[in-house]
């Protein structure tokens, strides 16, 4: 659940679409607690062998710039042969009218 106090500025949505091997929830986790990022709620799924998670994140503690951690998941994304996408709740929010 999340709370009511934190601002939406500081809240994004990450996603991550791919095959589904072992160690994929580990790393994009590992990835955001390195920079103090907290998961605020989480789902995940697979269908047929494809692996889909959705995680709304804190980024208020995050020591790193929002582009900054979006490239580190870009990295991260390569490495492990996933896409993984972060965006702001508050676009998000706008661009699927949640």
Not at 24 to 50: C, F, K, P, R, W
């Amino acid at each position: 659940m999340t709370s009511p106090d934190l601002d939406a500025s500081d809240r994004a949505i990450v996603t991550v679409l791919g095959s589904d091997r072992s160690g994929i929830v580990a790393a994009v986790a590992s990835a955001l607690a390195e920079h103090d990022v907290n998961i605020l709620d989480m789902s995940q799924t697979i269908l047929q062998g494809i692996f889909t998670m959705t995680m709304l994140v804190d980024l208020c503690n995050a020591p790193v710039t929002f582009s900054a951690l979006q490239e580190q998941l870009s990295v991260l994304s390569k490495e492990l042969g996933v896409q993984i996408t972060m965006q702001r709740e508050g676009v998000f929010r706008y661009m699927y009218r949640l």
